[in-house]
């Protein structure tokens, strides 16, 4: 959405919440700011404002990419709680803000919902933001439900302090959601001029989701067709023009976070445009996933490069996923060589632009190496034997997020647009839920259509798959070629039940401390002593 301008900062909290910031310049009260088309506007553009604390943000990625069997720590790793399982607790700083902007995020939803009556709308407007609310609830609380499982639940608005809690079974959760995405795919507008904002086609897709994470297979089927088919939407030409930063709002894209060109108007914290904001700020996933490359022979830091904060890297079995000499996803979606830009540091006759470092998910030998001048990592450097991180500040980078259209190199803040739901994942969608309701051919069908469009030129052929190929592992293998990094892997493991086994089979470091009690997050340790109801709520089961 183009438009978060606040003349005032709306007040929510979270029942269990010990005290209420107020910051309220105008002097208005809500029940006046809500009462007219133009201060509701406020409201429901706030709603959108907090899924920006996840998608596109180091406490997202950690939370739902990181802890799988995709990516292991780098260097600069600052939650190896989460990332790795080690000693994951309550007191994890994560876990305590997300909790916190999910659940403002629900209240604002339910003040809306209960207000909306009052706002002076026209009946159009009024249908369409009413759906939108319904819409953002159920997205937020699926986040909320995945994650911490049978948590507090409610669909009023809470008003002043809170101090208890309940527990309501998932089920309910789930029910709600259901009955809010049905409020939205009847309500939605097919289009929308706002970008970033929900339409029926968004609500689709994400109901999609919904009822594949329920098992309601042939439902999931149905809209993930109706998606593909029906709304204009196509897969790029190339599955590496998705990410260039000239083609961010493009016909694959379903529904995004909408980042501001104008990094001023973006969600860093700000004292007067968004003093509640974050502390970096704007899409930050082109730091995360980038090696310490500044620190070697040849090679000083620069835009194009991008800043390293060395988070996370690429497991091995990732890399092994890939057959890249026929998957173009491969060298569009990982860096893996670096380009001499420094003659200060650079090796005698070494020139600006020749080769100064290359990464790769193979071993070499010293033959293979000799006489070159430019700096390698094999898989023995970066890896260890049983595939665990070894080098843990050189190694392929997630190269899908880099901004070199960024103002500075230490730019911390990136306009790009965070996907949040693509086409390709409703073919993806369609293809699980046709194989579980045993229809491997269909299945095939689906996940071709994404794997032709991987197909380096005259590769084609090797690219396609038969009704034999489909498992669901192979399934899951194909979500990890085509949305690494997208901040789904968690949810994906968890749905299928094979987050245990996948992280067991293929990502040692995490495999070393994960326990089957981290199918749920810890419940933050300041909600657990702020409510007074505690023999009702308690902490999730294996946490102290």
């Known amino acids: 959405m183009k438009r978060y301008y606040f003349l005032l900062i709306l007040l929510t909290s979270f029942a269990c919440n010990k005290q209420l910031e107020e910051y309220n310049p105008s002097g208005l009260t809500t029940d006046q700011v809500f009462s007219t088309p133009e201060g509701f506007e406020t409201l429901v553009n706030a709603v959108y404002t907090y899924n920006r604390w996840w998608y596109g943000k180091e406490e997202g990625y950690s939370i739902s990419e990181m802890g799988t069997d995709l990516w292991t720590s780098g260097t600069g790793d600052k939650y190896p709680d989460i990332t790795q399982y080690i000693n994951l607790q309550a007191s994890n700083t994560v876990m305590s803000g997300l909790w916190k902007q999910l659940y403002a995020a629900i209240n604002l939803c339910n003040s809306g919902i209960g207000r909306i009556g009052k706002a002076g709308y026209t009946d159009d407007v009024k249908k369409k933001r009413n759906a939108e609310l319904h819409f953002m609830r159920a997205f937020y609380y699926w986040h909320i439900v995945e994650m911490w499982g049978g948590v507090h639940f409610t669909v009023d608005e809470t008003t002043g302090v809170q101090t208890t809690a309940n527990r309501t079974p998932v089920d309910t959760f789930y029910a709600q959601i259901f009955r809010d995405l049905d409020v939205a795919v009847n309500d939605l507008p097919l289009t929308t ?83 509640n904001g974050h502390s970096r700020g704007a899409n930050n996933g082109h730091l995360m996933f980038i090696m310490k490359y500044d620190d070697l022979p040849g090679m000083q830091r620069d835009v194009t490069n991008g ?12 890399l092994n996923l890939f057959n890249e000499n026929a998957d173009a996803r491969y060298a569009a979606t990982f860096k893996q060589v670096w380009y001499c830009n420094n003659l200060n540091t650079a090796p005698a006759g070494m020139k600006l632009g020749d080769t100064a470092i290359v990464v790769t998910k193979y071993a070499v030998t010293n033959a293979d190496t000799a006489g070159k001048k430019y700096r390698t990592y094999d898989r023995n450097i970066v890896y260890a034997t049983n595939g665990g991180g070894k080098d843990r500040t050189h190694y392929i980078s997630l190269q899908k997020f880099d901004d070199p259209t960024r103002a500075s190199m230490n730019e911390e803040e990136s306009a790009r647009d965070a996907f949040i739901i693509r086409l390709a994942e409703m073919y993806l969608i369609a293809a699980e839920a046709q194989f579980k309701l045993g229809n491997n051919g269909k299945a095939a069908d689906y996940i071709n259509v994404i794997r032709k469009r991987a197909a380096i030129a ?67 340790q300041d909600q657990i002593d702020a409510v007074t109801n505690k023999a009702e709520f308690t902490q999730n089961p294996g946490y102290q």
């Not at 914290?269 to 003093?275: H, R």
């Not at 800043?307 to 990732?318: E, G, K």
Request: proline letters at 5%; charged letters at 25%.
């Open 458 to 524: 005259g590769h084609e052929a090797d690219m396609l798959i038969t009704d034999a190929d489909i498992t669901l592992d192979f399934i899951l293998d194909e979500r990890a070629r085509e949305l690494a990094g997208e901040q789904l892997r968690w949810f994906d493991l968890k749905r299928t039940g094979k987050l245990e086994e996948r992280i067991k089979n293929y990502s040692p470091d995490p495999a070393t401390y994960f326990q089957s009690y981290h199918n749920l997050r810890p419940i933050p």
């Open 307 to 318: 800043r390293p904060f060395n988070r996370y890297m690429p497991s091995l079995f990732l």
């Open 193 to 275: 001029t706002d970008y970033g904002r929900a339409t029926k086609p968004v609500a689709q897709a994400f109901l999609a989701r919904m009822c594949l994470t329920r098992n309601l297979n042939e439902r999931a089927a149905v809209l993930a067709d109706s998606v593909i088919n029906n709304y204009g939407y196509s897969l790029q030409a190339k599955y590496a023009d998705l990410w260039s930063m000239s083609n961010l709002q493009n016909k694959e894209v379903v529904w995004a976070v909408n980042y501001m060109k104008n990094l001023v108007y973006d969600d860093r914290v700000d004292a007067t445009l968004y003093p």
